[in-house]
C-alpha cells in the first residue's frame, strides 16, 4: 500500500520569498504524484501532477514540484510567494493501476507574513 | 459551470438523528467519491462509486452508507451520527474511474454532531 508524508504541520514565509513543501512518499514503484491546494473555506484544486517523462513538473499560479526517484520525494516550489498563496496544501500518491484511488498527506498549512 | 454541489455547507446536528449530504456535479463523471479531513489526518476516503450502482468502502466507511442511483447524485448517508463524526466531508468527481484524470471537489459540509 502506498503512503506519503508531508513532514512540515506549517511554514511560515515572507511574501516574495522563494518556498519548497516537502512530499515523501512510500512505493513499492514509482507512482502517480499530486499536489493539491486548498484555500479557505474551498475545495481542492489540483496544482500539477506528476506520471512520467520530465522529473520537473510545471503547475498553475505559478507552482512546480520535482520528482527526485533516489529520495521518494516530490517537493513543491515556487520562487516567490504572494499573500494569495496562503492556504492548505496536500501531496497525493496513487498507484499504477487497480482502484487509482490517492492517498493524501495530511497537509501542510502555508502563513505567508507581509 | 461544471460543478461540485454539495448541501448543506453548514449542519449542526445532535447524536443519532439520521441525516444526509447531499452530493451532485453536472459532468456526467462515472467515478464519484466521499472523504473526510480532520486537522492533522489530511483526507480519508469514506466511499466511492465507479458507477451507477457500483459503490465501494474507502479507508473510514465505518458509520457511513452511500448510494448511486443516478450518475449525477452521490448522497452521503448517516444513519445514528456520532461526535466522532464531526468533520469536514468533501465530495469529489471525475470522468474515468480508470485512469488519474482530474478530480474536482465540491466546496465541503462541515459537520457537526453534538
Known amino acids: 500500500a502506498q503512503s506519503v508524508t508531508q513532514p512540515d504541520i506549517h511554514i511560515t514565509v515572507s511574501e516574495g520569498a522563494s518556498l519548497e513543501l516537502r512530499c515523501n512518499y512510500s512505493?513499492?514503484?514509482?507512482?502517480?504524484l499530486f499536489w493539491y491546494v486548498q484555500s479557505p473555506g474551498q475545495g481542492l484544486q489540483l496544482l500539477l501532477k506528476?506520471?512520467?517523462?520530465?522529473?520537473l513538473v510545471q503547475g498553475i499560479k505559478g507552482f512546480e514540484a520535482e520528482f527526485k526517484r533516489s529520495q521518494s520525494s516530490f517537493n513543491l516550489r515556487k520562487p516567490s510567494v504572494h499573500w494569495s498563496d496562503a492556504a492548505e496544501y496536500f501531496c497525493?500518491?496513487?498507484?499504477?493501476?487497480?482502484?487509482?484511488?490517492?492517498?493524501f498527506g495530511r497537509g501542510t498549512s502555508l502563513i505567508v507574513h507581509p | 459551470e461544471a460543478q461540485v454541489t454539495q448541501n448543506p455547507r453548514y449542519l449542526i446536528t445532535v447524536t443519532g438523528k439520521k441525516l444526509t449530504v447531499t452530493c451532485s456535479q453536472n459532468?456526467?463523471?462515472?467515478?464519484m467519491s466521499w472523504y473526510r479531513q480532520d486537522p492533522g489526518l489530511g483526507l480519508r476516503q469514506i466511499y466511492y462509486?465507479?458507477?451507477?450502482?457500483?459503490?465501494d468502502k474507502g479507508d473510514v466507511p465505518e458509520g457511513y452508507k452511500v448510494s448511486r442511483k443516478e450518475k449525477r447524485n452521490f448522497p452521503l448517508i448517516l444513519e445514528s451520527p456520532s461526535p466522532n463524526q464531526t468533520s469536514l466531508y468533501f465530495c469529489?468527481?471525475?470522468?474515468?474511474?480508470?485512469?488519474?484524470?482530474?478530480?474536482?471537489f465540491g466546496p465541503g459540509t462541515r459537520l457537526t454532531v453534538l
Open positions: 497525493a500518491v496513487g498507484p499504477r493501476g487497480g482502484s487509482y484511488i490517492p492517498t
Open positions: 459532468m456526467n463523471h462515472e467515478y
Open positions: 469529489a468527481s471525475r470522468s474515468d474511474p480508470s485512469s488519474y484524470n482530474e478530480q474536482f
Open positions: 506528476y506520471f512520467s517523462g520530465d522529473t
Open positions: 462509486s465507479m458507477n451507477v450502482e457500483v459503490t
Open positions: 512505493y513499492g514503484a514509482t507512482p502517480y
